[in-house]
C-alpha cells in the first residue's frame, strides 16, 4: 500500500479542527490521477488529501517536462520559462541585497533545483550552501556549472546561527516536515537574518479562473497551498514576523499559459498571456491576489 501523509487533526497554521473539502484537482504531469484538497475554515490554507509520503513522493517528480528537475526546453512554455529567468534570476539577488542590507553574506538555498539561483548568488560574492532532494538534478548543476549541491539531509547538521539570509523557491509547497522545516530556519538564522518564501497564491485572479485546472495546484507534488492568511499565521505561530509581500508578476504568465493547456489539451500561449495580464492587474489593485507571492520574515 502507498504511503501518505498522515492528515493533521488540525491545521498546521493556525490550530483549527476543522477542515472541509473544497475541489478535486488532477495530477496532469505524471500519473492523472485526481486528489481531494481540503481547507481550513479560519485562515484558509489548503492541504493534498492522502498525498504520497516521502519515501513515494519520488516517481511523481519522475517526468521530462519537470522543468525544475529537468531543466528542459522542450515545449513554448518551457522556453518562455528560460527566456526569462536570467532577469527574474537578478531580480531575486537584488530583493535579497535590498532587504538584507548586506552586500555579501552566508545564504542557504533550499530546493536549488539544477543551481541558477545558488550560482547567481556566488558570483554576486554570497557564500551559498544549496540543498536538492533530486539526485539528477544535483547532477546537471555539477555538469553545468561544477556547483556541489546537497542533500537536505545536511539541513539538520547545519550549525546554528550560520546563515544572513534562506531562502525557498517554490519549495515550501513541496516539503513534508512543514513545522520540522520552520523550526530549523528559525535555529539556523542569525539575529535578523532573513527568510524569504515563494509559494503560489490560491486566492490570486488566476486561480479563481481556472478552479481546479489551475496549474500552480500541481498536486500531488505540492503538498500544500497557501493563501497569504494561512501563510501570516504559519509564520507567527513559529516565532517569525508577520511578513512583508512581493509579487511574482512573471509567474502569472507561466501558470496561466500552463493552465490553458491543462483545460483544453492545447497550448493556448496569446489566451494564457491575457489571463495572466488580467491576473497581474487585478493584483495592481490588492498584491493579495497575485498568482505568486513572496513572503519575506525575520525570527522574532
Not at 158 to 168: E, G, K, Y
Request: proline share 5%; charged share 20%.
Amino acid at each position: 500500500m502507498e504511503d501518505s501523509i498522515a492528515q493533521p487533526l488540525a491545521c498546521v497554521c493556525c490550530g483549527n479542527s476543522k477542515c472541509t473539502p473544497v475541489l478535486s484537482a488532477k495530477d496532469y504531469t505524471v500519473s492523472q490521477q485526481s486528489f481531494t484538497l481540503l481547507e481550513c475554515g479560519n485562515c484558509k490554507f489548503r492541504f493534498t488529501e492522502n498525498a504520497p509520503g516521502f519515501t513515494d513522493i519520488g516517481k511523481y517528480y519522475a517526468a521530462e517536462n519537470y522543468i525544475s528537475h529537468t531543466n528542459t526546453k522542450k515545449g513554448l512554455i518551457n522556453q518562455l520559462y528560460h527566456w526569462v529567468r536570467s532577469y527574474t534570476l537578478g531580480a531575486k539577488r537584488r530583493l535579497i541585497i535590498r532587504n538584507s542590507k548586506l552586500a555579501q553574506g552566508d545564504l542557504l538555498d533550499v530546493g536549488a533545483g539544477t543551481g541558477f539561483f545558488v550560482e547567481e548568488m556566488a558570483k554576486a560574492g554570497w557564500r551559498v550552501t544549496g540543498l536538492e532532494p533530486d539526485d539528477q538534478a544535483r547532477e546537471r548543476a555539477m555538469e553545468r556549472a561544477g556547483i556541489q549541491l546537497q542533500n537536505p539531509e545536511v539541513l539538520w547538521k547545519l550549525a546554528p546561527a550560520s546563515f544572513d539570509v534562506i531562502t525557498l523557491w517554490h519549495v515550501l509547497e513541496h516539503v513534508h516536515d512543514l513545522e520540522g522545516y520552520l523550526r530549523q530556519f528559525h535555529h539556523l538564522l542569525r539575529p535578523n537574518g532573513l527568510l524569504v518564501i515563494a509559494v503560489p497564491n490560491y486566492q490570486s485572479h488566476d486561480a479563481a479562473h481556472y478552479q481546479a485546472s489551475w496549474a500552480a495546484y500541481d498536486v500531488p507534488r505540492h503538498l500544500y497551498h497557501f493563501s497569504p492568511r494561512s501563510m501570516d499565521y504559519l509564520l507567527r505561530a513559529h516565532q517569525f514576523q508577520s511578513p512583508q509581500l512581493h509579487p511574482m508578476w512573471f509567474d502569472a504568465f507561466y501558470v496561466s499559459m500552463l493552465s490553458e493547456k491543462y483545460t483544453t489539451g492545447k497550448d493556448h500561449p496569446i489566451r494564457g498571456a491575457w489571463e495572466g495580464l488580467v491576473s497581474n492587474l487585478a493584483a495592481l489593485f490588492d498584491k493579495k491576489k497575485t498568482s505568486s507571492l513572496i513572503y519575506i520574515t525575520r525570527p522574532l
